[in-house]
């Protein structure tokens, strides 16, 4: 439909070009025969028939299935982000479940430890020995223990915040 609005304000504008020379028209026998051929024959007129209108629709047909392809290419650039997206989702999640895991192993290796310095420290305290290196021995096992407390209970918290 366009292309045909294109021809016919072409043919309007040099029509009016025409109507501006007024006197320099010469109608007569040359000017009937233009417009008897015109009427005859109205392939002149078709503005398919026009070499410029050809290449012109000939760019559009090509604009038109670059357009297409560029499409297709998006929407497969959009399916191949939409699994990468879900891919790193996965990844996230697993990452996040590892870490997860990463901490428990580590609270538990404290709660070991921990557990370790109780048992030393009750071993030395029933072995009824009052020598101050067993005395100075259990006060290290017991700081050695707080240490290990404070440890656990910055793991606990942190854990807790991060979550």
């Given amino acids: 439909m366009g292309r045909y ?13 025409q109507n ?14 233009k417009s008897t051929n015109i009427l005859q024959d109205p392939r002149k007129d078709n503005p398919m028939d026009n070499p410029k209108m050809e290449e012109l629709m000939s760019v559009l047909e090509k604009t038109r299935q670059e357009l297409e392809a560029t499409k297709q290419r998006l929407s497969s650039t959009q399916q191949s982000l939409a699994e990468r997206d879900s891919h790193l989702t996965n990844l996230r999640q697993e990452r996040r479940k590892q870490l997860e895991e990463i901490l428990e192993m580590k609270q538990q290796a404290l709660l070991a430890a921990i557990s370790e310095k109780d048992a030393n420290i009750a071993l030395l305290e029933l072995s009824s020995s009052n020598k101050k290196k067993t005395q100075e021995e259990v006060m290290s096992l017991k700081r050695e223990k707080d240490r290990l407390m404070q440890q656990l209970k910055q793991q606990v918290s942190s854990a807790a915040y991060s979550s």
Avoid at 5 to 17: E, F, H, R, W, Y
């Fill in 5 to 17: 609005n294109l021809a016919i304000t072409s043919s309007v504008q040099q029509g009016k070009d």
């Fill in 20 to 33: 501006k020379k007024g006197p320099n028209i010469k109608l007569g026998q040359q000017g009937d025969k």
